[in-house]
């Protein structure tokens, strides 16, 4: 079956608009996750739901950060009033599992920058 | 705290086998280690995983010392193909320490 998926593939913005980011993960999995990698470094957990919870977002840096998963498939990660320390790839992943240990499936991820 | 350190980079000859080793020192009873490999561009892939002991896989295999506290991923005569970030990841439970990536090791390999 078709991988995990993101749209779109690139984003380009000004400082201060708003974003979203989408992801289509396996059909099946329950869990999802969303990292956020900077250059030369390794992805940056930010958040991760069960179904269509929000089990764990410790990882997103403030407020201007969201992330919903209304009917535990797709989901969108929302990002208000962009700054310019906001430009990342940001990647999502899914398991069918929700464990640290079950693998993770990564989409090819959102390059965004922000101007 | 990091849950795990490894070498930022590595290089090696084609057709030579490669090891990368990853510490966790404070590795948890119920933690598996898991190594992921990300080209350029794409999102990283899982390669393989263990708990204790020897693992091998078509493609890699991992050696678990009997404490646990670190663990050595191993790349049988690598081709340019191989040349990617390698990441390893302790954890049992989904928490954001659990899915602690770190820099990785750049394994870069050379005609």
């Known amino acids: 079956g078709a991988g995990v998926s993101q749209t779109p593939s690139n984003k380009v913005t000004e400082k201060g608009k708003y974003v979203e980011l989408r992801c289509d993960p396996i059909s099946g999995h329950t869990a999802l996750y969303w990292y956020r990698q900077s250059l030369g470094q390794g992805p940056e957990f930010l958040i991760y739901?069960?179904?269509?919870?929000?089990?764990?977002d410790s990882g997103l840096p403030n407020d201007r950060f969201f992330a919903v998963r209304p009917e535990g498939s797709v989901s969108t990660l929302k990002i208000q009033r962009t700054e310019r320390g906001d430009s990342a790839v940001y990647l999502c992943?899914?398991?069918?599992?929700?464990?640290?240990?079950?693998?993770?499936?990564f989409g090819p991820g959102t390059r965004l920058t922000v101007l | 705290l990091a849950k795990t350190t490894q070498p930022i980079s590595m290089d090696s000859y084609e057709g030579q086998e490669v090891n990368i080793t990853c510490s966790h020192n404070?590795?948890?009873?119920?933690?598996?280690i898991t190594w992921y490999q990300q080209f350029p561009s794409q999102g990283p892939r899982f390669i393989i995983q263990g708990y204790k002991t020897k693992v091998t896989n078509e493609v890699a295999s991992l050696f678990i010392p009997a404490d646990r506290k670190s663990s050595t991923l191993s790349l049988p005569r690598v081709s340019l193909s191989d040349t990617a970030v390698y990441y390893c990841?302790?954890?049992?439970?989904?928490?954001?320490?659990?899915?602690?990536f770190g820099t990785g090791t750049r394994l870069t390999v050379i005609p």
């Open positions: 992943a899914s398991s069918f599992g929700g464990r640290a240990a079950d693998t993770q499936y």
């Open positions: 404070n590795i948890a009873t119920n933690d598996y």
């Open positions: 739901f069960q179904g269509t919870g929000a089990a764990d």
């Open positions: 990841l302790v954890g049992e439970q989904t928490g954001a320490n659990n899915l602690f």
